[in-house]
């Protein structure tokens, strides 16, 4: 299967996967930008041209570029003598990790030791906070397991984002991620 066999939301998946991309939000606003630029038939985009539409000063953009490259994200392709950038990069590797994501996800509703981690983690998280997990916090368990967390690591991110008085899931998420980098 190729990307050009199945259409991926670009937006969507950038949003979902830029952590998993070490990217910042940042990052993906110069994306979102370069893309933009891209949509509207602009054949140069330069540091000075996406600051035009970003709050950010043309160093930060050129160090944003230059991190986006070396990361294999955007890349500068010759046509007619002219250089030109693309995001070609960063759609083929979206559509890997939504090609990833879409195998754990039918694994996940298929393996029922998968499902019962989940349902195990969700019942301590609704003790610790005492209330009912929301479809979107839910969302982030699964997450967590198809990215190799187990009850014990979920558990001991619960307990430090306590500890440090971060008691929400955008914190064990952050203590979660950080242990993968």
């Given at each position: 299967?190729?990307?050009?066999?199945?259409?991926?939301?670009?937006?969507?998946?950038?949003?979902?996967?830029?952590?998993?991309?070490?990217?910042?939000?940042?990052?993906?606003?110069?994306?979102?930008?370069?893309?933009?630029?891209?949509?509207?038939?602009?054949?140069?985009?330069?540091?000075?041209?996406?600051?035009?539409?970003?709050?950010?000063?043309?160093?930060?953009?050129?160090?944003?570029?230059?991190?986006?490259?070396?990361?294999?994200?955007?890349?500068?392709?010759?046509?007619?003598?002219?250089?030109?950038?693309?995001?070609?990069?960063?759609?083929?590797?979206?559509?890997?990790?939504?090609?990833?994501?879409?195998?754990?996800?039918?694994?996940?509703?298929?393996?029922?030791?998968?499902?019962e981690e989940v349902e195990?983690?969700?019942?301590?998280?609704?003790?610790?906070?005492?209330?009912?997990?929301?479809?979107?916090?839910?969302?982030?368990?699964?997450?967590?397991?198809?990215?190799?967390?187990?009850?014990?690591?979920?558990?001991?991110?619960?307990?430090?984002?306590?500890?440090?008085?971060?008691?929400?899931?955008?914190?064990?998420?952050?203590?979660?991620?950080?242990?993968?980098?």
């Amino acid at each position: 299967m190729n990307s050009s066999i199945v259409k991926i939301n670009f937006d969507f998946f950038c949003v979902k996967f830029y952590k998993q991309l070490l990217l910042n939000e940042v990052d993906l606003a110069v994306i979102f930008v370069i893309k933009y630029l891209l949509d509207s038939e602009n054949q140069v985009i330069t540091p000075e041209i996406i600051a035009l539409y970003m709050n950010l000063p043309i160093s930060q953009i050129d160090k944003i570029l230059l991190k986006l490259i070396n990361k294999k994200y955007i890349a500068y392709v010759k046509r007619n003598n002219e250089f030109f950038v693309t995001l070609k990069p960063l759609e083929d590797k979206l559509f890997q990790m939504y090609c990833v994501y879409f195998n754990k996800q039918n694994f996940l509703k298929s393996d029922k030791k998968t499902v019962e981690e989940v349902e195990l983690i969700i019942d301590m998280m609704k003790q610790k906070f005492s209330r009912d997990i929301l479809d979107i916090e839910r969302n982030f368990v699964c997450e967590w397991v198809l990215n190799g967390f187990d009850f014990n690591d979920c558990k001991n991110a619960v307990n430090i984002a306590f500890e440090n008085g971060s008691c929400n899931f955008r914190a064990i998420d952050d203590i979660l991620m950080n242990r993968i980098k």
